[in-house]
């Protein structure tokens, strides 16, 4: 796979993450854990290979400047900017309910989850409406 290659892959895994937990979401919500949770650990590992290959990809390329100056421009930034502050600070709050999780701290779970989940699914899916007007558009 080429390097150029990398930006796509890394849509496609933003979207499958985004998927992976809305059907966690709904699996829970339903009261199917066990489902829940391999919906969940599936878009941890997930996101963590869209990371590792996000980081590899900006390591090769740098910065990818958004090439339209047109109304755009704005809109792009006004979604890149909350993505990358969020994306940033949702690391370690991921990290935090995925250990209380396997620790069965449920409440406390629960509790920090119903903060991350939406942020975590907007990062994903604002990712890839990142992707398209910076590839697509």
């Known amino acids: 796979m080429d390097v150029q290659n990398l930006p796509t892959l890394n849509a496609v895994l933003n979207s499958i993450s985004a998927f992976l937990l809305i059907f966690g979401y709904l699996n ?16 941890l590992i997930t996101s963590a290979l869209f990371l590792t ?10 910065s990818v400047p958004y ?19 969020l ?5 370690p709050f991921i990290i935090t309910i995925v250990i209380l999780a396997f620790r069965e701290k449920f409440a406390t779970h ?11 699914l907007f990062v994903s899916v ?12």
């Open 28 to 43: 829970i919500r339903s009261g199917r854990i066990q489902q829940h949770r391999a919906f969940m650990i599936s878009a």
């Open 126 to 137: 604002s990712g890839v409406v990142i992707y398209v007007m910076l590839y697509i558009l």
């Open 87 to 91: 994306a940033a600070l949702m690391v």
């Open 53 to 62: 290959s996000y980081l590899f990809y900006h390591q090769q390329v740098g």
């Open 110 to 120: 629960r509790k920090i989850a119903r903060w991350v989940f939406p942020v975590w």
């Open 67 to 85: 090439p339209h100056h047109d109304w755009t421009r704005t809109l792009y930034f006004t979604i890149l900017i909350p993505h990358i502050i």
